[in-house]
């Protein structure tokens, strides 16, 4: 079984919808990862948790949130999608600083 | 501010070809450097963590060395399923990766 575990793999939504991404891992890592993917922009870090209480803002932050259930669990919300949020996102944990990544989930903002 | 740049961005080999990918850094405090694999519509996969200058790391055709500047992922004698994306990435005392852009391997047989 895959240790970082993302749903859905794909959605198509519709501009202005609300919509969460989940995001599971079974390694027992305190630390968990949201990025964004785009063709020639790399992998840009939306939000991370080093613990349960802990939540931080990346780089591009603006127009998502991030909820940590339980020390599995990382959810991240885009509260009002729109179209240039059209991107594949990637979850990732760690204990240190390397980090495992899921298989990703792929949205189109229409 | 936190850098990581790779070359070249796109790589063509014969199979059999051996070639190096680079990956220079400048980071503050340097607590590591991390190369993965990514195939196409999949998550990066870890391959190695370099910790210090002169360290090497090997796994089947894939050797990664690090100096203070830069990184370097030796493929030895590739074959067509080594292509991919390879990522570096560095991460400095505040826990964060800083990815580079890739490169892509196309290895033909």
């Known amino acids: 079984d895959a240790d970082v575990t993302q749903t859905p793999r794909n959605r198509i939504t519709k501009t202005g919808k609300r919509i969460m991404l989940e995001c599971s891992q079974t390694?027992?890592?305190?630390?968990m990862y949201w990025y964004r993917q785009d063709p020639g922009l790399g992998l840009r870090l939306i939000y991370y948790?080093?613990?349960?209480?802990?939540?931080n803002k990346g780089e591009i932050s603006d127009g998502y949130s991030v909820s940590r259930q339980a020390q599995a669990k990382f959810s991240l919300s885009l509260e009002s999608a729109i179209p240039n949020q059209t991107a594949l996102y990637f979850c990732?944990?760690?204990?240190?600083?390397?980090?495992?990544f899921g298989p990703g989930t792929r949205l189109l903002v229409l | 501010e936190d850098q990581v740049t790779q070359s070249p961005e796109a790589l063509r080999l014969q199979e059999g070809e051996s070639s190096s990918l680079n990956c220079s850094y400048t980071?503050?405090?340097?607590?590591?450097l991390f190369w993965y694999r990514q195939d196409p519509g999949k998550g990066p996969e870890f391959l190695f963590t370099?910790?210090?200058a002169g360290e090497e790391k090997e796994k089947e055709r894939l050797k990664a060395t690090l100096t203070k500047k830069e990184s370097f992922l030796h493929i030895t004698a590739p074959k067509p399923e080594d292509s991919a994306t390879y990522l570096c990435?560095?991460?400095?005392?505040?826990?964060?990766?800083?990815f580079g852009q890739g490169t892509t391997l196309q290895v033909k047989p």
């Open positions: 370099l910790y210090s």
């Open positions: 990435a560095s991460s400095s005392n505040t826990g964060k990766l800083i």
């Open positions: 948790s080093f613990d349960v209480k802990d939540i």
């Open positions: 990732a944990s760690g204990a240190q600083e390397t980090q495992y």
């Open positions: 980071v503050s405090g340097l607590r590591g």
């Open positions: 390694k027992g890592h305190d630390r």
